[in-house]
């Protein structure tokens, strides 16, 4: 989202294969917020929920309640060593059977991911 956000390379990349369809945008609230704050914290509190509101309308971005996602979401977050939003992220590919999407490799991921596999694929923006 924050590569969306952002227009980074991966960003365009990805905005590109969003209008065109080739993939499909999907999101939780929590990651939502955790966009909106870390936005906030560069450009300000107005302009940060006046660009991600801007993005969620756009349609490209389907936005999933938080509720249906909580049981899997505390589950990684009880077994793995990694961040909430993240936790939420990997819930919400599961619930819709479709890989999880990360902008990069991060740390702590990686080392999870090295440690056990995961029940669903996880795949790098980077990468793409």
């Known amino acids: 989202m924050l590569e969306l956000?952002?227009?980074?390379?991966?960003?365009?990349k990805l905005k590109e294969a969003l209008k065109s369809e080739r993939v499909l945008?999907?999101?939780?609230?929590?990651?939502?917020?955790?966009?909106?704050?870390?936005f906030c914290r560069r450009v300000g509190e107005e302009e940060a929920k006046k660009?991600?509101?801007?993005?969620?309308?756009?349609g490209y971005i389907v936005l999933h309640e938080i509720s249906k996602l909580i049981d899997y979401a505390s589950h990684?977050?009880?077994?793995?060593?990694?961040?909430l939003v993240d936790c939420?992220?990997?819930?919400?590919?599961?619930?819709m059977g479709v890989p999880a999407v990360?902008?990069?490799?991060e740390e702590?991921?990686?080392?999870?991911?090295?440690?056990?596999?995961?029940?669903?694929?996880?795949?790098f923006l980077e990468d793409m």
């Open 108 to 123: 702590e991921l990686l080392r999870e991911m090295s440690r056990e596999k995961f029940d669903v694929e996880i795949v």
């Open 51 to 58: 660009r991600v509101d801007a993005l969620i309308s756009s």
């Open 5 to 12: 956000i952002y227009s980074t390379e991966g960003g365009k």
């Open 102 to 105: 990360f902008a990069k490799k």
């Open 25 to 38: 945008g999907n999101t939780s609230e929590v990651n939502i917020a955790e966009l909106r704050y870390v």
């Open 88 to 95: 939420f992220t990997l819930a919400l590919a599961k619930e």
């Open 76 to 83: 990684y977050k009880c077994k793995r060593s990694i961040s």
